[in-house]
């Protein structure tokens, strides 16, 4: 990829089997059946072998290609690819010939695959910066709520918050018998259980941890609360306690030094909104947004908010909101996804009009493909991510031009 102005390159890295048009290879992303790695380098595929088996395809050399079952005693069982690493693969599914549903590792140089834990049912898959944990059916006899994560299963009854942490821990915040507690669950078990206290009628929404301290967001009949719970507060941002509405989202960014919150400020009001950062009023106006939305810079406390608004139709539109500009598409146009650079600056842009995607960095357009995804930030500071071709070819596209200025 050289032309006047551009440099880049672009790696073509797997060939799928079969022809997939846009809105099924959509379809694939969406459910985690085309997966590729962080870098972009490695992919994996669950393709169709006949009506009841389908075999894990990819670009690894030395790797078996398993099989799995799509069908158990009449019920569709959908394999999902749960990560793509540098050596392996991480499969949730029921492999031809075994009996237990669960989570199962392929790696290099191992001619089969190895059972790592037994979980009966997917219901979903929760990819953070900082780990990925799965919520499902531990086992089949027991039909409970479990996470599954690297480092164990856990039961769960009524889970409000569910987040990794940059140690590699995971923390939760868990109804238990009509009490609320916190706790951290990692390499060394579990860390940090306590109950959380709020008074009779406050409901747990959310909790964050920021600054080595735990933000807690609670609801109440007035409105919300927010405060650090379990010390004294050391934060370096202001943190008003009481807010009028619902406070319905927290995020904490990936340095973990910066808080951001979503708050609906008049309950008889659904669409009105205001986004805060660190205690500043960021935007507000009519508009939803979910946990999904809002993206991080690599570091700093600059970030980019996705948010949907409706037009004078009552068609939904999307916008881009940072902390300095806002970005509108056009309506009927999806934006798949976008990152924001360390000046707060939106980076790039996957959008999609439900026949091609159509990358964009900075003010660069680059070639619209049946399929667009995985925006990162490569190794050597420029921009990748990954397509796939009408050929049905999949490819990663870095993009270094923006290094030209430095």
Same mark, same amino acid.
């Given at each position: 990829?050289?032309?006047?102005?551009?440099?880049?390159?672009?790696?073509?890295?797997?060939?799928?089997?079969?022809?997939?048009?846009?809105?099924?290879?959509?379809?694939?992303?969406?459910?985690?059946?085309?997966?590729?790695?962080?870098?972009?380098?490695?992919?994996?595929?669950?393709?169709?072998?006949?009506?009841?088996?389908?075999?894990?395809?990819?670009? =690894?050399?030395?790797?078996?290609?398993?099989?799995? @079952?799509?069908?158990?005693?009449? /019920?569709?069982? /959908?394999?999902?690819?749960?990560?793509?690493?540098?050596?392996? $693969?991480?499969?949730?599914?029921?492999?031809?010939?075994?009996?237990?549903?669960?989570?199962?590792?392929?790696?290099?140089?191992?001619?089969?695959?190895?059972?790592?834990?037994?979980?009966?049912?997917?219901?979903?898959? @929760?990819?953070?910066?900082?780990?990925?944990?799965?919520?499902?059916?531990?086992?089949?006899?027991?039909?409970?709520?479990?996470?599954?994560?690297?480092?164990?299963? $856990?039961?769960?009854?009524?889970?409000?918050?569910?987040?990794?942490?940059?140690?590699?821990? =995971?923390?939760?915040?868990?109804?238990?018998?009509?009490?609320?507690?916190?706790?951290?669950?990692?390499?060394?078990?579990?860390?940090?259980?306590?109950?959380?206290?709020?008074?009779?009628?406050?409901?747990?929404?959310?909790?964050?941890?920021?600054?080595?301290?735990?933000?807690?967001?609670?609801?109440?009949?007035?409105?919300?609360?927010?405060?650090?719970?379990?010390?004294?507060?050391?934060?370096? =941002?202001?943190?008003? /306690?009481?807010?009028?509405?619902?406070?319905?989202?927290?995020?904490?960014?990936?340095?973990?030094? +910066?808080?951001?919150?979503?708050?609906?400020?008049?309950?008889?009001?659904?669409?009105?909104?205001?986004?805060?950062?660190?205690?500043? $009023?960021?935007?507000?106006?009519?508009?939803?947004?979910?946990?999904?939305?809002?993206?991080?810079?690599?570091?700093?406390?600059?970030?980019?908010?996705?948010?949907?608004?409706?037009?004078?139709?009552?068609?939904?539109?999307?916008?881009?909101?940072?902390?300095?500009?806002?970005?509108?598409?056009?309506?009927?146009?999806?934006?798949?996804?976008?990152?924001?650079?360390?000046?707060?600056?939106?980076?790039?842009?996957?959008?999609?009009?439900?026949?091609? @995607?159509?990358?964009?960095?900075?003010?660069?357009?680059?070639?619209?493909?049946?399929?667009?995804?995985?925006?990162?930030?490569? +190794?050597?500071?420029?921009?990748?991510?990954?397509?796939?071709?009408?050929?049905?070819?999949?490819?990663?596209?870095?993009?270094?031009?923006?290094?030209?200025?430095?």
């Amino acid at each position: 990829m050289r032309r006047i102005g551009l440099l880049g390159v672009i790696h073509q890295i797997f060939a799928l089997p079969g022809q997939f048009d846009a809105n099924k290879l959509s379809e694939l992303v969406a459910t985690d059946r085309l997966v590729v790695s962080k870098d972009g380098h490695r992919v994996a595929l669950i393709a169709r072998v006949t009506d009841s088996t389908e075999r894990v395809a990819h670009n =690894f050399e030395r790797m078996a290609s398993s099989r799995f @079952c799509s069908h158990e005693n009449g /019920e569709r069982v /959908e394999t999902r690819i749960l990560h793509v690493g540098t050596d392996r $693969l991480l499969v949730w599914g029921l492999p031809f010939g075994q009996l237990v549903r669960g989570v199962y590792e392929l790696k290099v140089g191992r001619p089969r695959l190895k059972l790592v834990r037994p979980f009966a049912a997917l219901h979903r898959v @929760c990819r953070l910066p900082h780990g990925m944990f799965l919520l499902g059916i531990g086992t089949e006899d027991s039909n409970a709520k479990h996470v599954w994560t690297e480092h164990g299963v $856990l039961p769960v009854e009524d889970l409000a918050t569910a987040t990794a942490v940059s140690d590699g821990s =995971f923390l939760f915040l868990e109804q238990i018998d009509g009490n609320s507690y916190r706790y951290r669950f990692g390499a060394r078990g579990f860390v940090d259980w306590f109950p959380v206290l709020h008074p009779k009628g406050e409901v747990p929404v959310a909790l964050a941890y920021v600054q080595n301290q735990y933000v807690l967001a609670t609801r109440t009949e007035s409105g919300s609360r927010l405060r650090v719970v379990g010390s004294t507060n050391t934060l370096t =941002f202001p943190l008003a /306690e009481t807010w009028m509405g619902d406070i319905e989202q927290l995020w904490v960014s990936p340095s973990e030094r +910066s808080l951001a919150w979503l708050v609906r400020p008049d309950r008889s009001d659904p669409s009105r909104r205001a986004l805060y950062l660190n205690g500043q $009023l960021i935007h507000e106006g009519e508009f939803s947004m979910n946990q999904a939305d809002l993206v991080w810079a690599l570091s700093g406390p600059c970030f980019g908010a996705r948010i949907t608004t409706q037009d004078a139709s009552g068609q939904e539109k999307q916008s881009i909101i940072t902390q300095d500009t806002q970005r509108e598409f056009p309506t009927g146009t999806f934006l798949r996804e976008f990152l924001v650079d360390a000046d707060g600056e939106i980076a790039a842009t996957i959008t999609d009009d439900g026949e091609l @995607c159509y990358p964009v960095m900075y003010d660069r357009s680059l070639q619209s493909v049946p399929i667009a995804w995985g925006l990162h930030w490569a +190794s050597g500071g420029g921009i990748g991510y990954s397509s796939v071709l009408p050929e049905s070819i999949v490819c990663l596209t870095v993009d270094e031009t923006d290094l030209l200025r430095h």
